[in-house]
């Protein structure tokens, strides 16, 4: 759902229910950017676990149009774990992108490895309605 809150600001919210990955993309969400010099702010609410596992990592992250944000830096979470656990982590991912410009953005939440670890058993959103809000904000005064 696309919302207008004001002249200059739109908020995309989804919502969807969980999704078992070892790697890939979770949700995407198409997003109208009305302006080629702001900034997009996105937002995951939900939870995150790995399971089955010893010495492990996963990271989730988002991507626009299928690239990961490089300015101002990557927007990611990382969960690691020493011993084999199961529990779903509730987790909040959220961070600023600029260079995109006007048009179709499409925003992806995506789970995989973390650097110098293998593919473990991710899991995104259990038992629970997750949210992703996307924003487009002015750029920051200097």
Not at 39 to 49: D, H, Q
Not at 58 to 85: G, H, S
Not at 92 to 109: A, D, F
């Amino acid at each position: 759902m696309q919302l207008r809150a004001s002249a200059e600001t739109v908020y995309y919210t989804t919502h969807f229910r969980g999704k078992s990955r070892v790697k890939g993309l979770d949700s995407e969400c198409p997003f109208t950017k009305a302006a080629p010099n702001t900034f997009l702010r996105v937002s995951y609410m939900g939870n995150i676990r790995i399971a089955g596992c010893k010495h492990c990592c996963m990271r989730w992250f988002f991507t626009f149009n299928d690239i990961e944000c490089k300015a101002p830096a990557a927007i990611d979470a990382v969960v690691y774990q020493n011993i084999d656990l199961n529990i779903h982590r509730s987790a909040n991912i959220e961070g600023y992108c600029t260079g995109m410009g006007k048009g179709l953005v499409r925003v992806g939440l995506h789970v995989g490895q973390c650097h110098g670890f293998g593919i473990f058993n991710a899991y995104t959103g259990w038992n629970s309605v997750s949210k992703i809000i996307v924003e487009e904000i002015e750029p920051p005064v200097a």
